[in-house]
């Protein structure tokens, strides 16, 4: 099983701040790695895919990086709706399906 | 637009079972894998199980499970209804949770789950209680 490893575990950020989020694989799994946003009571949304690929409708502060191990999700200007906890998912070997532990972002 | 509304959870007794279905709408059901997953109270996600879609003449349901529920949950669909299941049978304390109801984002071939999911459903909460 791939275990995904996301730090911090709790990121304070002051509005219109950069955040930068880190994920980390146990072993490789290349480009197939997705991010999810999720605010308190809601579902996850996904934002990027394929480690670097918004998905539609998400905001251009939102980007993606890296491959094999090591992968971050940035967010340029934060924004009051940006507060929330991500997570980073893996779906290069499987199964299982992983998730990291997720990141929350709060306001600084 | 497209939607998936889970129903069924609620609350369950050790050794208990239980059905969660998700109904969907909005996209060609049949065509798409779809998934499983859970979050407990304060915790984060957990991938429980996935079903292939339907590729050519096939019905397809190819199943995946996560280890911690095989043998106990079972996933199905059905695609004249446009609705996916999860029978959930000797219902234990840690599977207390919210339960997903999530569509693969893109289509594989073979209607194969790929893995990566949009959109998810709202949940249904199932509580454990003893």
């Known amino acids: 099983e791939i275990v995904m490893t996301q730090s911090p575990g709790t990121l304070s950020v002051s509005p219109g701040e950069r955040a930068t989020l880190s994920c980390r694989a146990s072993?490789?799994?290349?480009?197939?790695l997705a991010w999810y946003q999720q605010k308190p009571g809601q579902a996850p949304r996904l934002l990027i895919y394929?480690?670097?690929t918004r998905a539609t409708g998400i905001p251009a502060r939102f980007s993606g990086s890296g491959s094999g191990t090591e992968f971050t999700l940035t967010i340029s200007r934060l924004q009051s709706e940006d507060f929330a906890v991500y997570y980073c998912q893996q779906y290069n070997d499987w199964p299982p399906l992983t998730f990291g532990g997720g990141t929350k972002v709060e306001i600084k | 637009e497209v939607q998936l509304l889970e129903s069924g959870g609620g609350l369950v007794q050790p050794g208990g079972s239980l059905r969660l279905s998700c109904e969907a709408s909005g996209f060609s059901f049949s065509s798409y894998a779809m998934s499983w997953v859970r979050q407990a109270p304060g915790k984060g996600l957990e991938w429980v199980s996935g079903?292939?879609?339907?590729?050519?003449?096939?019905?397809?349901?190819?199943?995946y499970y996560a280890d911690s529920v095989k043998g106990r949950f079972t996933i199905s669909r059905d695609n004249a209804k446009n609705s996916l299941y999860l029978q959930m049978n000797s219902l234990r304390a840690e599977d207390t949770a919210v339960y997903y109801c999530?569509?693969?984002?893109?289509?594989?071939?073979?209607?194969?789950?790929?893995?990566?999911?949009?959109?998810w459903g709202q949940g249904t909460l199932v509580i454990f209680s003893s």
């Open positions: 072993q490789s799994v290349s480009s197939n």
């Open positions: 999530a569509k693969d984002a893109t289509l594989s071939t073979k209607a194969r789950l790929v893995g990566w999911f949009d959109p």
């Open positions: 394929g480690a670097s």
């Open positions: 079903i292939s879609g339907s590729y050519g003449s096939g019905s397809g349901g190819v199943t």
